[in-house]
């Protein structure tokens, strides 16, 4: 799934909400692009993600300008103001928040068992304000690809929680070696540590075959699960 960024832009000249864009991210490839200013990095995630238009060029899957695709096949991830999960929310609690829905059982139980098989059962009861960023990306992607039609993710300023570039750009690797198109939008220093970095192999030249991966979703989907909503209480994490 190969989704471009074709010079969109909102806005014109220096004082342009979002300057003029290119990026690619395709099966294989991870994409990054840099934008500043405070809100840039936003708008740049929902014309990405198919949620806003761009004033000029346009965004394409596949090579077609299709938005209700994307909207479909990408989630945001820790996008300001839109997809990023209260920082007083405890871990276990932001996963109970999105296996709800996602229409997978969102109880305690299977919470706490998502979070052992992504290696974050230690941190259940930490505040995502204090957890490591390359924990938090790895959190939050992992739960937005619990939404079965999600097969790409536009991760959003990761570097603004701070930590080593390095530890989260390995968790965009891995999302990208387990089949999954990803686009990150950052800043232009984090960007210039991501260009120094080596890239890994994600697959064999000319083969089609998907990574094997013990990540698959294990849970079921459960009819009594019940959603939430940022202005909806999350019951204790308490035992």
């Known amino acids: 799934m190969r989704l471009e960024l074709h010079d969109v832009a909102i806005g014109d000249g220096p004082g342009a909400a979002l300057p003029r864009l290119s990026a690619v991210a395709d099966r294989w490839v991870p994409g990054f692009v840099a934008v500043e200013t405070e809100n840039a990095p936003t708008l740049a995630s929902l014309v990405a993600g198919g949620r806003m238009r761009p004033e000029t060029g346009r965004v394409t899957i596949d090579g077609r300008a299709d938005d209700a695709a994307i909207r479909a096949s990408f989630a945001l991830v820790d996008t300001p103001t839109v997809a990023e999960p209260f920082a007083a929310l405890t871990v276990v609690q932001v996963a109970r928040e999105e296996l709800a ?126 959603a939430t909503t940022p202005d909806t209480s999350v019951e204790s994490d308490q035992p």
């Open 101 to 226: 829905l996602a229409g997978l059982r969102a109880d305690k139980a299977s919470a706490r068992l998502l979070l052992e098989e992504i290696g974050l059962d230690e941190h259940e009861r930490t505040r995502l304000s204090a957890l490591p960023t390359e924990l938090r990306v790895r959190l939050l992607c992992e739960l937005a690809v619990l939404r079965p039609e999600v097969r790409g993710l536009v991760v959003t300023t990761p570097e603004r929680h701070g930590g080593d570039v390095a530890a989260w750009l390995s968790v965009v690797h891995d999302l990208v070696g387990r089949d999954y198109t990803v686009l990150t939008i950052t800043g232009f220093a984090a960007l210039a540590t991501i260009e120094s970095l080596p890239t890994p192999e994600f697959a064999a030249a000319g083969t089609d075959a998907v990574p094997e991966t013990d990540t698959a979703p294990p849970f079921s989907p459960d009819d009594t699960a019940v």
